[in-house]
């Protein structure tokens, strides 16, 4: 049984299942400055980051039975369930619209108990994937008007993963989640865990002036390994910030 249930559209056909939801989100390592291991480590989260969201290559998938549940855990994760509408997920994402269209995906199946699609995800915070679905299906008096940069980090990880970066039915509200954001937190003057947030907050809404600022403190001010924090930051930017 699911610990808990958010019921987002009352005449929902679909269940987004969130499996292991965060606990500790972007982890800051204080020790972690050796350089020499800079690479490794890039590789190390790459390679950890794919293992823990199923990001695949979307071009490159192999074709899967369809129709049926990915296979069961031995341990029994927490769970929460968001009942949603599938057209609504569709009209908002082209992730969601592969895995709800595309029979190849094991992402999504039909469980004929129910008669609804069911979704897979895991290791999101479920308080963002709230807001992103509370979006998604117009129910504006659950959306915050603002939001902290930490939580608008964690929105900007689904962002990416879900292919949210044009998506329409967002823009409202991220400009103003920018625009009290500019205004209430400062970017950091050195390399810490909140210039790292700021880095991918800055690239994945494409804010070109918060991006410029923030990579070159990191480069002025980093003397060892920069940390991605399992964030979508681009391998090429981690490069260039690299000392």
């Known amino acids: 049984m699911p610990s808990v249930i958010h019921k987002i559209d009352p005449f929902a056909d679909t269940i987004i299942i969130l499996k292991n939801p965060c606990k500790s989100f972007a982890p800051w390592e204080d ?6 291991d800079l690479e490794s480590s890039i590789e190390h989260t790459r390679d950890n980051r794919s293992v823990q ?111 949210l970066e044009n998506a329409e ?9 920018i625009t009290n954001l500019r205004r209430s937190v400062a970017i950091p003057s050195f390399y810490c865990r909140d210039l790292m947030l700021w880095i991918c907050v800055s690239q994945v809404f494409r804010m070109q002036e918060e991006f410029t600022r923030a990579t070159a403190v990191a480069i002025k001010t980093s003397k060892g390994l920069i940390q991605t924090l399992d964030l979508p930051i681009q391998q090429k930017v981690i490069c260039t910030l690299a000392p």
């Not at 020790?31 to 020499?36: E, G, S, V």
Request: proline share 4%; hydrophobic share 40%.
């Open 169 to 177: 039915v967002m823009e409202r509200d991220v400009k103003e989640w």
């Open 31 to 36: 020790k972690l400055t050796n350089y020499k």
């Open 53 to 163: 969201h199923g990001r695949k290559n979307r071009e490159n998938r192999e074709a899967e039975p369809a129709g049926l549940p990915l296979e069961p855990t031995e341990s029994e994760d927490e769970e929460i369930h968001y009942l949603v509408s599938s057209s609504h997920l569709i009209l908002a994402s082209p992730w969601f619209r592969r895995v709800l269209t595309t029979k190849a995906f094991t992402e999504s199946w039909k469980d004929s108990t129910d008669g609804r699609y069911h979704i897979q995800a895991s290791d999101w915070d479920a308080e963002a994937l709230l807001i992103l679905l509370s979006i998604f299906h117009l129910r504006t008096r659950q959306i915050p008007r603002a939001v902290s940069l930490e939580m608008l980090a964690k929105l900007a990880v689904l962002v990416d993963y879900y292919e």
